[in-house]
């Protein structure tokens, strides 16, 4: 969500993330906050059901720093 915060420690970091369905208080959009993490892989695997667009759809990344 919004709210996550993750710091990488070390030199080269990478962060593995699989972005699915928002829970009851999320968005569809996520800006999380990233910190000295260099890699970023990202999935999207949520669906929507009728009626409700549930799925996560985007990463915005405007609070990422260090991300190559």
């Not at 070390?10 to 699989?18: E, K, M, P, Q, R």
């Not at 208080?25 to 999207?44: H, V, Y």
């Not at 949520?46 to 260090?66: C, E, H, M, P, R």
Request: without cysteine; negative net charge; hydrophobic residues 30%.
């Amino acid at each position: 969500q919004d709210e996550d915060q993750l710091t990488g420690t070390g030199v080269s970091n990478t962060l593995t993330a699989t972005l699915g369905n928002a829970n009851d208080n999320g968005g569809t959009l996520i800006t999380p906050k990233l910190t000295n993490i260099q890699t970023l892989n990202a999935s999207f695997t949520g669906s929507s059901s009728a009626g409700a667009n549930l799925a996560v759809t985007g990463l915005d990344l405007q609070d990422a720093t260090g991300l190559k």
